[in-house]
């Protein structure tokens, strides 16, 4: 099975002399998605979690709705990559192979098999319901959410998206490359075990751009925390499918951006619970 990290030699600079030295540094590798024999998709991402990739992946970008509807999977390693091969149910089978018809061809970024603007611009769910929170929550998911970085504290070259929430405090945690890689492993992992994002706080560290929005639609996570700061098309996104965004979160505080209803002052914390 491939791996996550790399040891590498090189030569350490300190002042104006350098000794020999190593460092650890995380791993890319091409990914395909394949679905019924057709390739859909290649994303570059760091090469574990392949599985809870494969099907966070097809939910988020709605291939599937579930992964009860993904009928097969087998992670494949070849010389050049990794291929991740799927089939699936009738229904959605059908539907993938509709919208192949209508696309020139995929693309491996963060929007992926769109060929429009107005794809681009998809509209997503509305995210209903969702918990209330108070400002010491946030820095709890925050503290947990760094603590848990192992592979991040070897490479320093890894993002990670995480789940928390007041009952259970960190559920769980997926490092990535990729901000969008590390959210597809978080959606999986947590489809696969039955887990809404909508009873916690789904924190990124890193800046929220329009795809993670709309991908933290598509599974339906309410509240939504970022380190640094959010753009605007994905703040004018957040607030039509109904996502509460906080972004620029620090220890000394965060800022609210859509939805501010969810967060509530500490005083009322043992009301919101």
């Not at 992926?112 to 820095?139: D, K």
């Not at 959410?145 to 993002?159: E, S, V």
């Not at 405090?169 to 489809?191: F, I, P, T, Y």
């Amino acid at each position: 099975m491939a791996k996550a990290t790399r040891i590498v030699e090189n030569s350490v600079w300190r002042g104006s002399a350098s000794v020999a030295g190593t460092r650890t540094i995380a791993e890319e590798a091409p990914i395909a998605f394949t679905y019924d024999g057709s390739s859909y998709a290649v994303m570059m991402a760091t090469p574990r979690d392949l599985e809870d990739f494969a099907i966070g992946f097809s939910v988020t970008e709605g291939v599937v709705a579930s992964p009860e509807e993904i009928g097969s999977l087998e992670i494949v390693e070849e010389e050049i990559g990794i291929e991740l091969r799927m089939t699936l149910s009738g229904q959605r089978a059908a539907a993938l192979a509709d919208r192949r018809r209508a696309l020139a061809g995929p693309v491996g970024c963060g929007l992926c098999g769109i060929e429009s603007l107005a794809e681009a611009a998809r509209p997503v769910p509305a995210v209903t319901g969702g918990i209330a929170i108070w400002p010491s929550a946030v820095s709890a998911a925050l503290d947990a959410t760094k603590a848990a970085q192992a592979l991040n504290r070897q490479t320093h070259a890894t993002h990670a998206v995480s789940l928390w929430t007041p009952a259970d405090g960190l559920v769980a945690l997926r490092e990535d490359v990729g901000r969008h890689s590390a959210l597809d492993k978080l959606a999986g992992a947590l489809a696969r075990k039955g887990i809404s994002p909508s009873e916690g706080i789904v924190v990124f560290t890193s800046r929220l751009s329009v795809e993670l929005v709309q991908k933290a639609a598509m599974v339906g996570a309410a509240i939504v925390v970022a380190v640094s700061a959010p753009t605007a098309l994905a703040l004018e996104t957040a607030e039509k499918a109904g996502i509460t965004v906080i972004a620029v979160a620090r220890s000394d505080g965060f800022e609210v951006f859509t939805h501010r209803h969810r967060v509530v002052p500490e005083t009322q914390r043992h009301a919101a619970t």
